[in-house]
């Protein structure tokens, strides 16, 4: 099993809402600094919302006011509630630790889930 697992993605319009799910192993999150991290195709990795481990929370500009990142500390979860998604939101999305998980001296990811907008 991985350490991190990332669920809830999917093919949804423009204007839709989706709302993703990462659980992870052996990482209490509340004890971590996690992000929500995307990658489109040919483009690099971002990091586009955090929560702290005292709960606060940041954004990139391009998603503020659209996303909201929160976290379950009961069922060790944090979540990505993406509203008014647009085409250029089109990516695989990944939670990680910020900065990454390293494991055999390389930055841990999990599968991610896809994350598809039509227009």
């Known amino acids: 099993q991985g350490q991190l697992v990332e669920s809830g993605g999917g093919l949804v319009q423009a204007g839709g809402s989706l709302r993703l799910s990462c659980a992870a192993s052996q990482i209490t999150f509340r004890f971590n600094n996690i992000g929500w991290y995307r990658q489109a195709p040919g483009k690099q990795r971002e990091l586009v919302a955090t929560?702290?481990?005292?709960?606060?929370?940041n954004y990139v500009d391009s998603v503020k006011g659209r996303f909201t990142i929160s976290r379950d500390n009961a069922k060790n979860l944090v979540n990505l509630q993406m509203n008014s998604l647009k085409p250029e939101d089109t990516a695989v999305y990944y939670c990680?630790?910020?900065?990454?998980?390293?494991?055999?001296?390389?930055?841990?990811w999990g599968q991610g889930t896809q994350v598809t907008v039509s227009s």
């Open positions: 929560i702290s481990g005292s709960g606060s929370t």
């Open positions: 990680n630790t910020i900065p990454p998980l390293r494991i055999n001296s390389k930055n841990y």
